[in-house]
């Protein structure tokens, strides 16, 4: 059974930043520095054969595994006849047999067995998940934090991963960063404190699923009773379904429990049940008394660009209804409250130019040449640049320099050709002059106008001769000449 929320559309304008850090974080942890753990198994295990210690320790494992786990007569023979290696291996992680041997008189009298035993378990406890794996019966603070970036194989990385995704976009956005890291460690914290207290075992645990269990609860807490999407997945069934948040906590607490009392496998459900409880608690305590600050726009789905939607839908009906002044004065304004708007720009570049308003124009033009060049389209630079034999306030060099830049970024040769003619008319040319003629020229070149790429080369060689781009299309129209 799979109930997660759907709620919200994963939008990548803004992404979840800190949750794709964790994944990265998480995935390096086990290739980085997990994928080593083979060999140091090995080296572990060959400290533990070459100190002897499996002869003296094969009977007493045997014995005591057998005990806790109630083998009969011919599980016990099975046991005996595993390899060497494979045995060393049980013994040296069976944390609960090395406590109990650590305590017999035996080994106690004996500082041979002891030195060989340290020998082998230091070489051991270099493994990931006895280094910074979780051991209820053996509290660390390393393990306590460290436990919660480790996994045991990809596959329980991957499906981690996968929902830590799915939570985090949307409760990174609507927690704000800094609470969501510190909420997401809460949980991881709270889960292994669970396991602790509940079942002191000895036994390693590792992996994320206790945060991301935090991560479930803070959703849920985040919503409380609001009616949301959900999509299931039971056996051959899937769909979606709307239902208040809160309704879904019964069902995954439900599920943790029914596997914690009756699943026979090796799923952490005290992890579970501790971060989820925690995660809900921690957002849904404070939401209930107004001292949790989060986006309620993001929750309520509003669109963050209504405001300036109203405002662009307010300016065009003042220029529908001819109120010109009025649309220039407003849009002025606009300008700076919404710089760098595309929208904004071609809405006011028409007015601006039926007014032939200085103010504005230059305003509309400083900041469309201030957009990226992906973002300032073709389409109004072809615009501009046509204008420019009519209007007059758009015949400054600078403008003509800013229009010819872009035009050769856009490939445009014609009308970069145009640009060109008349920034050569000005008195004060600009420096980078002979670099953009000799772009143009190859640009035309490119487009066979040998007979622009030659009037290019004439103004080089005359007003710039000793410049190296003069020489530089001088070899370049021979090239082409051919």
Known sequence: MLIIPAEHPLDWKKPPILTLLLILLNTLIYFGYQSGDSARE????????DGG???????????????????????RKSL????????????????????TLHYTPAYQDDPVWQAARAKAEAARNQMSH??????????TVQGLFGAMFLHADFGHLA????????????????????LYIGLYLLSGLASHLLWWVMDPVWVTGI??????????????????????????????????????????????????????LLADDHVNYYAHLGGMGAGFLAVWLPR????????????????????????????????SNFNLEQAATRGVDLLNRYPGRLLLLERLYPVAKSREDKVLLSAVLKQFFALPPATANLPQLQRLTDDSAQFSLLQHPAVQLHLLQRLLQARDGTRGLSAWRKLIQTRNRP???????????????QQDDRRSVSELHEFLRAVYPDAEQTQQLGVYQQHIAR
């Open 80 to 99: 005996t006849a595993i390899p060497r290696i494979h045995l060393a291996a049980a013994i040296l992680g069976d944390l609960q047999f090395e406590n």
């Open 53 to 75: 210690l499996l002869n003296r320790e094969k009977a007493l494992f045997i014995e005591s595994f057998s005990s806790r786990n109630e083998l009969d007569e011919q599980e």
């Open 207 to 260: 992996g994320a699923s206790g945060a991301i269990a935090g991560l479930m609860g803070m959703y849920l807490g985040i919503y409380g009773l609001r009616r949301i999407n959900f999509f299931y997945w039971l056996g051959p069934m899937f769909g979606y379904f709307r239902a208040p948040a809160l309704w879904i906590l019964p069902i995954w607490v439900g599920k943790e429990l029914y596997g914690l």
């Open 42 to 49: 090995e080296v572990a295990v060959k400290a533990y054969l």
């Open 159 to 178: 499906g981690n991963m996968l929902f830590l995704f799915i939570f985090g976009f949307a409760l990174e956005r609507a927690l704000g960063g800094v």
């Open 288 to 319: 209930q008394i107004g001292k949790l600050n989060v986006d309620e726009a993001y929750l309520n789905k509003e669109d963050p660009d209504a405001p300036f939607k109203r405002e662009v839908a307010s300016l065009d009906n003042l220029i």
């Open 431 to 445: 420096p980078q002059l002979p670099a953009l003629t000799l772009q143009l020229a190859k640009l035309l070149g």
């Open 130 to 139: 006895y280094r910074f794996g979780f051991i209820p019966a053996k509290f």
